[in-house]
């Protein structure tokens, strides 16, 4: 069953000014590794995001102010954990958070990353030891992520959560192909700023089984912090390596989560969702030709009123009539950097955009970035 578990964070956000936030959507090549989907070239992989953690290092402009850094799905070989906290640890900045979705492992060797890291993911360890104790097989494969926070004071602390939705792999009639369920899902609260967010992987945004929603459990989660704090939901990201970014059962679950059909939601009213999602030069043998990936987004409550628009790198609309105001990326390896807006009832000066893209990065044939001109 998901279950949301409260992580406190020692990070100071600048009060009564936006966060900034980056969207990584680079491309994944996936094979298959046994019963698991794994990374087909994982030194490719590994160059790419060790590019990216290098130019956030180096921080070049305004890059210095970046908070949220969203890698997608499977995307990091877990071979390589290690060597991305190492130059997270190292290199960013304090107050800042990664997110890195980390290809699959059987439940064994998750098990054992998890005992690694067990100081901050009790709770999951804990959850995983009585599946496992209960007959879970080790050999069966884990979708998992990786979030790492620097805080205040310069210390790095490492959540981990498995997803808890099937995979392609499931179309099988092979039972060693399944997924393992996650069960633990963390819910960040900056105190000090009193900021809270959460991340999702993919299809943990829209699954739901005969007992419960996914989604519904954060909503209530959300309204609970609202109706006892005064606090809300501020950030929710999902994780995709999505083949159908744009398929009717996200839209039908954005519809419900800012539309308030059924019952009062202010814990999420004002939430920001960023859909991360792999490239469209993302390959593998389950990549049909129809499929298509990129189109990652951030997406608001229609309060904001951000004007629509179209442009060569992006578009804002609704999302095809849906109460949200939609900034929707195209297809390309790209960077997005832009920030998070401030709730729009609190800004005095109501004709101000309060979204803004800041930087978008294409990559260049040495290995690295370049700012792309997006506004000609």
Known sequence: MFRIVEK??????????????LIAQIPNCLGDAGAACRIADPDANWQQIHSVLKLVSDAPGNLKKLHFLFFPEASLPSRHLGDALEIVGEGFAPNSITAFGVDHLSLGDFCKVLQRYRQDNEELLASVLEDMDAGAPESIPVNWCAIAVKE????LRVFIEAKSHPFVGEETINPSHDL????????????????????????????????QSNISEV?????????????????LAVLECNPKPEHPAFRDVLNGFYGEYLSYTPGVR??????????????????????RFGASSVIMHRGHKVAHSSLREFSVDDFGGLPVCRLRFGEATRLYYFNLPLFHELDPRTTRVPL??????APTDEGGWAPVDWEN
């Open 8 to 21: 406190e964070l020692r990070v100071e956000f600048p009060r009564g000014h936006h966060l900034h936030s």
């Open 152 to 155: 205040s004071d310069g210390k």
């Open 219 to 235: 909503i209530e989660k959300a309204n609970e912090l609202f109706f006892s704090t005064r606090q809300r939901l501020d950030l």
């Open 270 to 291: 004002d939430s920001v969702t960023l859909f991360c999602n792999s490239s469209s030069e993302t390959s593998g043998g389950w990549v049909k030709k129809e499929h």
């Open 180 to 211: 393992y369920r996650g069960k633990v899902f963390p819910l960040f609260r900056c105190l000090s700023t009193g900021f809270n967010f959460m991340c999702l992987i993919c299809f943990d945004y829209v699954y739901r089984d005969l007992y």
């Open 356 to 361: 803004k893209i800041h930087s978008i990065f």
